[in-house]
């Protein structure tokens, strides 16, 4: 087998870091999971290869966040929501580039992919938002 | 005639829930601890119990863990075998879980269940924190996704799906403040109008300040044994018939639904056929309302509703006391407050004292069977316990 880069949370943003949304195509049964997990939930097989994923999806769920943890304090109220990008691939994240009382729930969002963010020490991963579609 | 008792209930204690200024956690568990002996002449707890199951969640509220042993120590059990158990919102649920195991396996005749946290001494900002913890960090809180906004999401989810309204959400906490009212140990003992709810602050949009369960700090405990040996302890036992407890994916965008919680659907099937009943059997129940959506997704994941109709089902005053099946006399979290490690055993101890008939105003006539429901975090842990009255 080729030497691959391990199917991770960590290696997942380094993708993200590189502008890419990759998901984890298991080799025996065909699963993919986003985000990559080491064990696959169809079959527990261990072999993936990365699959590439269309960055654009429909939103199915939202909130607009008023309460906000102590790290997050400064951006509030900020909209939230759950993209789904392809039958059950899904992530959170936040909604941006739309004003909060224009998000509705099916409206069709893309994802756009940030640099490093440093809000804490641990982890240093890439951020991504989801914005509306421009024509 | 429904399931084998799986352990029995001989005692059951709870402390004062709400802000208890200048009281640590393992404080405010002997507290509970000391009802539960009082309540028990006939238990020698030191000679008797021989092991101690309690729900804590939070390390990072008093810079506190090894909590097992402490709660154990402080509660005056000395060298007793003690555990604790974490699932969020669910760990004395778990706990509770645990102890009927350790009963039913034959390793102990009489255990101590409970759980306990401290949360007022913190800041919203903190507490918010510290319980997003308890949700998916690389994708959840990493966008900055709080508890109240994962239920959001669920409540969103919900309300474009079946059409429910955020008028019906409102209805639960008003009828859980009435029940509040009337427990004299419940945080918050004021009733509330849908106006007040309807126009309290926006927490996550569509979840208001009155749609959220209360920052409380509170402990709560049972005692259990073998049903064979009930008797030696108490001439009224409440038998633990039914015991459920399922898992799901930490983070909430990956079940398959975010109109229920699955976990409970599975706890909910696992505990009722063990007990040989049906959701129409249930006299009385404590479900985890930690937001009024929890409470309507509840009653839709117990089967007290088919799927959808929750928000129909509370504004028919049905499960208002008085209703068909009263949910949450205690006030539920809402009302009676939500300190998430004495949640779960905090909810065994009202049915304990409904199936006991000592409910005081809060009474369910003639109450026989009754049902628990706590989830821990978004729904990564349910679990579901049925009891009947001796």
Redesign the interface.
Known sequence: MSEQTPFT?EQF?KHIGQGKLLGAKCRKCGKVHL?PRPLCEGCLSKEFDWTALPAKGKL??????????????A?A??A???VEFEK?L?????IQGVSLEQIR?GMNLTMEFGTAAAIQPW?Q?PKYYFKPVTN | MNGKPLASIVSAGLSKFGKLEGLYAREIFSEAAKEAFDNCPKLDPRKDIEALFVGHMGESFEHQGHTGATMADWAGLGHVAATRTEAACASSGVALRAAICAVRSGLSDVVMVGGAEKMTHRT???V??YL?MASDY?????????F??LY??????HM?AYGTTERQLATVAVKNHYHGSMNPKAQMQKEITLETALSS???????KLYDCSLITDGASCLILTKPELAHRFTDTPVHIIGSGQASDTI????R?S?TSIEAARVAAKKAYGMAHVKPEDIDAAEVHDCFTIAEILAYEDLGFCKAGEGGKLAESGETKLGGRIPVNTSGGLKAKGHPVGATGTGQAYEVYLQLTGRAGKRQVRDAEIALTHNVGGSGATATVHIYRRS
């Open positions: 949370i943003y985000p199915l769920t939202y909130t607009i966040i008023h309460i906000a943890p102590t790290q997050f304090q951006s109220p900020y939230v929501g759950i059950d899904k992530l959170p994240g936040m729930v982890p991963w | 919203t900002a903190e918010t924190e997003a690389p994708f959840e809180q990493w966008n900055g996704i709080t109240p906004g959001a999401l669920m409540a969103t989810a474009n602050r926006m927490v996550a949009w569509p979840l983070g909430l965008y990956e398959k975010l």
